[in-house]
């Protein structure tokens, strides 16, 4: 079962790039008193995830900022490294550059997508979520497949 709206985010971690090598970031701590809109992809460099759902987020950035976000995360299952160059590839130096390496938070959240049989193995089920205060506010989960309501655009409209 997936994580639901008024749900307490998961205790956790998702590591990012730093000044000096990959930090770990502990959810708790990250996600207290803020407000985050946190949006998630099956991977980094993949047709769907670098053509349009992370660009999306890089252009509406401000849009969104203006509307009462403190942070926006890209989170995927892949490694620090590869989020960090996805990230400069894209000019999403804006927002965080999240991994997921091993799929534990995201499994724990239960928004986990196998997709062994592409030989992917398993990996975040697309989504866009708000968070205040480590509480899931909205949940915008697209079906396996698609790419709708998880974009910075859909995002907008709703907010």
């Known amino acids: 079962m997936s994580i639901l709206v008024g749900d307490m985010l998961p205790y956790g971690s998702f590591q ?49 900022k203006e509307k009462g976000i403190d942070e926006i995360v890209c989170l995927s299952v892949n490694d620090v490294f590869v989020m960090h160059a996805w990230g400069q590839a894209n000019n999403a130096e804006k927002l965080i550059m999240a991994s997921d390496g091993l799929a534990e938070f995201t499994c724990s959240m239960g928004l986990e997508l196998d997709i062994s049989a592409a030989k992917m193995g398993i990996r975040s089920r697309r989504y866009a979520m708000l968070v205040r205060n480590g509480i899931v506010q909205e949940l915008w989960l697209d079906e396996p497949g698609e790419y709708k309501v998880s974009s910075a655009e859909y995002v907008l409209s709703q907010l």
């Not at 701590?29 to 670098?50: H, I």
């Open 16 to 64: 990012v790039m730093g000044e000096e090598g990959p930090e770990t970031i502990d959810v708790t701590e990250f996600f207290t008193d803020k407000t985050v809109l946190m949006f998630a992809l099956p991977g980094a460099f993949t047709r769907t995830c670098s053509t349009s759902h992370l660009p999306s987020f890089v252009v509406h950035f401000d849009a969104l």
